[in-house]
């Protein structure tokens, strides 16, 4: 199909890498496949390299071709395109919930526990991003900490999970510290015993200084 000229290109738009693009795909329905011993009826797209260069100097190159199995077969095709380039969310997705939750890692013993624990690992990050949408919007960010000048950031993406963890430790913790610490003075105090607090404030102030 790629390089038969008797299936028509078609050109759709679609938002990848903070920029709409278009692409040109070709498509056909219905198709089986092995996959399913031909069960279902399917949908084959191939989408044409896209050309692009990697320095504005440099010669113009293209990416390999894409080919799609889609399921639906009423499904526009500039939304299967779509859906297509937003996979690579779900891969950082996957990336964020091993590296930094340590999904698949908790040391636990029961069977329930070997079960449960990552479940509640994946509902925790999801909870958080979805607080980061409706707090920051898509693509905003928390400006609490600034960033350092090195860190450049491409238009249109979204908030890193690194950024919202630092974010929700700096507001758990800061009003841990504002509503157990007394200010100074030099009036003597009846009661010199300080306010007791359940979390560990040094490694708070530690590890905000770290985060730093």
């Not at 949908?43 to 440099?58: A, G, K, M």
């Not at 395109?81 to 690579?88: D, G, I, S, T």
């Not at 979204?158 to 430790?169: G, K, N, Y």
């Not at 509503?179 to 560990?200: A, E, M």
Request: glycine share 4%; hydrophobic share 40%.
């Amino acid at each position: 199909m790629l390089t038969d000229p008797t299936y028509p290109w078609h050109t759709v738009a679609a938002f990848a890498a903070g920029k709409r693009y278009l692409f040109r795909v070709k498509t056909l329905a219905p198709v089986y496949s092995q996959m399913d011993q031909a069960a279902h009826p399917l949908r084959l797209v191939v989408i044409e390299p896209v050309p692009y260069r990697r320095t504005q100097s440099s010669k113009l190159e293209r990416r390999e071709p894409a080919f799609l199995i889609c399921t639906d077969l009423n499904l526009p095709l500039q939304q299967v395109v779509q859906f297509y380039l937003w996979r690579w969310d779900i891969e950082v997705n996957f990336r964020d919930e091993k590296t930094l939750l340590g999904v698949g890692q908790a040391q636990v013993r029961s069977e329930a526990s070997n079960q449960n624990a990552p479940a509640l690992a994946v509902a925790a990050y999801a909870l958080l991003l979805l607080s980061a949408v409706q707090t920051y919007g898509a693509e905003g960010r928390p400006e609490t900490f600034q960033r350092p000048r090195w860190y450049q950031r491409k238009p249109g993406q979204r908030v890193t999970t690194s950024e919202l963890i630092t974010q929700l430790r700096y507001e758990l913790w800061a009003t841990a510290l504002t509503t157990n610490s007394l200010p100074l003075s030099s009036t003597p105090q009846p009661n010199q015993n300080g306010q007791k607090c359940d979390l560990p404030l040094e490694a708070a102030i530690f590890l905000s200084l770290h985060c730093l």
